[in-house]
């Protein structure tokens, strides 16, 4: 299951103060959902978020790369919001999702889990053991 490989890259690729990149977790969903850069703008217009597909290749960037530029934690969060909306549908009759200005694991592994329409089960299954 892609969402398995997703979810132990992201426990895996923290560094060692237990951040993580948002670019990398942009980039390894647009891998998992085998998207292009104007599936990732159409996602992110769902959470009413303007991007080009040239802002976008400039975050799917790796750090070593000329030009990148870190893809901010509320871009990653609206983009995550979207995905929940393009997966599950889009609820009128809830609150709209509010995008965090800090994101952190647990953040992005809710968000997947609901995007994903996983059990805490799924999610114990997947989960590296240590």
């Known amino acids: 299951m892609a969402c398995k490989r997703l979810l132990k890259w992201l426990?895996?690729?923290s560094t060692p103060e237990g951040l993580m990149i948002s670019n990398d977790i942009l980039r390894s969903v647009r891998y998992i959902l085998k998207a292009n850069n104007n599936d990732l703008v159409?996602?992110?217009a769902l959470d009413n978020v303007e991007a080009t597909a040239e802002q976008i290749a400039v975050w799917l960037r790796k750090e070593d790369?000329?030009?990148f530029q870190r893809c901010p934690d509320i871009?990653?969060?609206s983009f995550l919001n979207g995905l929940i909306y393009e997966k599950r549908?889009?609820?009128e009759s809830a609150p709209a999702l509010?995008?965090?200005r800090r994101i952190n694991n647990n953040i992005v592994l809710k968000?997947?889990?609901i995007a994903f329409s996983l059990k805490t089960d799924d999610i114990l299954?997947?989960?590296p053991t240590y």
């Open 65 to 67: 790369e000329e030009g």
């Open 75 to 77: 871009v990653l969060s």
């Open 125 to 127: 299954v997947m989960l």
């Open 89 to 91: 549908g889009k609820d």
């Open 98 to 100: 509010e995008p965090e």
């Open 111 to 113: 968000k997947l889990r």
């Open 42 to 44: 159409r996602i992110l």
């Open 11 to 13: 426990f895996a690729s």
